[in-house]
């Protein structure tokens, strides 16, 4: 096969092996956020609702993203009131009695908002698309805008204690379908999409809504509810106001989002999250995910316990917990690449990992942060922000580059009693198994690489055989800028590859898809702890911006002929 089919189907999918090394000791662990009452007892709900209705297509967030209608305490003894089968389960009749009686539904303090820039054709709404039929399709995409936009209900504000949802102050655009809450690092292809239609004022107010989470907990949550105020999500903060600036030139906009962004960097370069690696000649400051968390996930709770059920020691299933919840923060939820045995999910290490691409994200917005300096007439910023970007730049080439692979690989972190200890380059510590992370380098300007590629299957949902809008567009449109023109052609390809996809998909099943299998040209991902889900905020606004970028010539056929 060629080199850039090879690479090509890499990028389609997502991962393509397992954790090499067997990861070393993380550092010690933080002390876990505390719950709500509420939470607390919608976890009991979710147990209770498990043994009811039993396991078929049985999701654990439903119940977790319940809101009460009356006061906890009354609520509490009317579930303990509820009549118990001698095993002490609830019959299910009784159980979902009570939930309608006591609870609104998952999503319900959510309401429609119909976006004020949205109109059902923007005035000079993807130019180059040439194409009939794409063109309507793509209007189609355009038009889910709408239909994904909504706002926090008062009584959110009004009562805070009766929902899990956190309110915010402005309208939201939510991925889909069990995603009933706006979430962190899809929102940045939501606004590349946006501004694709034209929504300029939308894509603002989800910048300012996240702003608004970073000033209040002190890092943008994984997502809007209060069961992620344990966690962040990839950091693309800056690569969101980058963008907006680049299409409105609104230089208030950035002025005002600067100081979040300082926040912002200081959270991922401080304390638990970052590491120093020791090469001869000088340290260098990485990096690594690390959720404040060491319970299950409540809106997974009833997964994570049967994951750690066979794990006797508390100590081990606190560590465990942890690691789940800092997968989750990756966005990556979940994948062999962070498991020291890929048919273990209990092996999870993430930890342990220094990862290529959070480490670009956060290169990614030093270099946002020294440009919106210039722009703010700050020098110190700009001048402090650049010479940080050089250094990690410099990390970057030095911990994870391989040039024999021409990859850039993720690294363990060595053994270390303590996170202010050096951990000493070791070539050995490098995962010499590929993934699409390996690549995510090419996103920004500063780096070039070869291509090596292999491919392994699983059944976690950030492996093969599914691909994944986010890693299609970082990718495609690091090759497209690169100067080169095959680059460029490989570009054109993965993109002419992954709008048929979904183009095909939408017309068998009426709807954009959070995943695809990249084996079947329109056929929809699989695997991982939910059900695939429809909507879907990042595969729309990737589709819309490829089409703004690349087009779609009248001639080309859009079928998976």
Not at 296 to 315: C, F, G, L, V
Not at 346 to 360: G, K, M, Q, Y
Not at 486 to 505: F, K, P
């Amino acid at each position: 096969m060629p080199a850039a089919a090879l690479l090509l189907l890499l990028l389609l999918t997502t991962s393509s092996a397992f954790a090499a090394a067997s990861p070393p000791r993380a550092c010690a662990m933080a002390a876990a956020v505390a719950s709500t009452p509420l939470l607390a007892f919608l976890e009991r709900l979710q147990e209770a609702a498990l043994a009811a209705f039993g396991p078929r297509d049985f999701d654990p967030k439903l119940y977790i993203d319940l809101s009460l209608r009356s006061d906890l305490a009354s609520v509490e003894r009317a579930f303990a009131a509820l009549p118990r089968s001698p095993n002490g389960s609830v019959p299910a009749g009784d159980l979902k009695k009570f939930v309608a009686a006591h609870f609104g539904g998952a999503g319900s303090d959510l309401v429609p908002a119909r976006p004020p820039d949205f109109v059902p054709e923007p005035a000079g709404f993807l130019p180059r698309v040439k194409s009939p039929a794409v063109r309507a399709w793509a209007l189609k995409v355009h038009a889910l805008w709408s239909n994904l936009s909504r706002r926090v209900d008062d009584s959110v504000r009004e009562r805070p204690d009766w929902h899990t949802l956190l309110p915010l102050p402005g309208p939201v655009v939510i991925p889909g379908s069990r995603f009933r809450e706006v979430y962190y690092w899809d929102s940045y292809w939501v606004i590349r999409g946006l501004l694709a239609s034209k929504m300029y004022l939308t894509a603002k107010t989800i910048v300012n809504n996240l702003i608004y989470l970073l000033d209040t907990y002190g890092h943008v949550l994984n997502g809007a509810r209060a069961y992620y105020t344990n966690r962040s999500q990839p950091p693309l903060l800056s690569a969101m106001i980058r963008a907006i600036y680049e299409k409105t030139h609104d230089k208030e906009f950035v002025v005002k989002s600067l100081p979040a962004l300082l926040k912002e960097h200081d959270f991922w370069t401080s304390g638990l999250h970052q590491i120093t690696v020791q090469d001869r000649d000088c340290s260098h400051n990485l990096s690594r995910y690390y959720a404040m968390w060491d319970k299950p996930r409540p809106e997974s709770s009833t997964i994570d316990k049967k994951s750690a059920s066979n794990i006797s020691s508390t100590s081990e299933k606190q560590k465990f917990y942890r690691e789940v919840a800092s997968t989750a923060e990756s966005g990556w939820d979940f994948s062999t690449r962070w498991m020291r045995n890929p048919e273990d999910i209990t092996t999870l290490a993430t930890t342990s990992i220094l990862p290529v691409d959070l480490n670009i994200y956060i290169l990614r917005m030093e270099l946002d942060i020294s440009f919106f300096g210039k722009i703010a007439g700050n020098d110190n910023i700009a001048k402090h922000f650049l010479e940080a970007a050089k250094a990690r730049e410099k990390a970057v080439s030095t911990v994870f580059w391989n040039e024999r692979m021409g990859q850039w690989l993720d690294y363990w972190v060595g053994n270390s009693s303590s996170c202010m200890e050096g951990q000493h380059w070791d070539a050995a510590n490098q995962n010499k198994n590929v993934f699409a992370s390996n690549f995510l380098p090419l996103w920004i300007d500063v780096f070039n690489s070869g291509i090596a590629t292999s491919l392994t299957n699983s059944s976690e949902q950030w492996d093969f055989p599914n691909g994944w809008a986010p890693l299609q567009h970082m990718i495609a449109e690091g090759l497209a800028r690169s100067g080169s023109s095959e680059a460029r052609s490989l570009a054109e390809d993965i993109v002419v590859r992954w709008i048929r996809t979904n183009y095909v998909a939408y017309k068998k099943t009426g709807a954009m898809h959070e995943k695809y299998d990249v084996q079947k040209c329109g056929e929809v991902g699989g695997g991982g702890e939910y059900i695939p889900q429809t909507g879907f905020g990042w595969s729309n606004g990737v589709v819309l911006a490829f089409l703004d970028e690349f087009g779609w010539p009248e001639d080309r056929r859009i079928d998976c002929q």
